[in-house]
């Protein structure tokens, strides 16, 4: 469940909640995999493999989501079109604020 909250809220979160969630999802998973070899359960292996599985993936959308992010960021910091576009735009509003 929490591999498929994760894989939800990667892209909304800017792939924060996705790799935190992934990452208690993968663990549990192995958890509950370990638990059916041991014998402590003889049911639900598939459902710690779906679980280990949709962490994996989510944990690997939250961090392409983040990277992402961090990449776009770092291009419009660097890009100096962009910064000038936004300080006119600034300029403007402070002027239309203006009696």
């Excluded at 996705?18 to 999802?25: E, F, H, N, P």
């Excluded at 292996?45 to 990449?71: E, N």
Aim: aromatic share 2%; glycine share 14%.
């Amino acid at each position: 469940m929490l591999g498929i909250i994760g894989l939800l809220a990667a892209v909304p979160t800017v792939g924060v909640l996705g790799v935190l969630l992934g990452i208690v999802a993968i663990v549990l998973g192995i958890k509950g995999r370990r638990d059916v070899d041991r014998g402590q359960t003889r049911q639900h292996r598939g459902l710690a493999t779906g679980g280990l599985v949709t962490g994996i993936i989510s944990t690997v959308l939250g961090v392409l989501v983040l990277a992402a992010v961090i990449a776009g960021i770092s291009f419009l910091a660097s890009n100096t079109d962009v910064q000038r576009e936004i300080e006119r735009e600034i300029d403007r509003q402070e002027q239309q604020q203006q009696p």
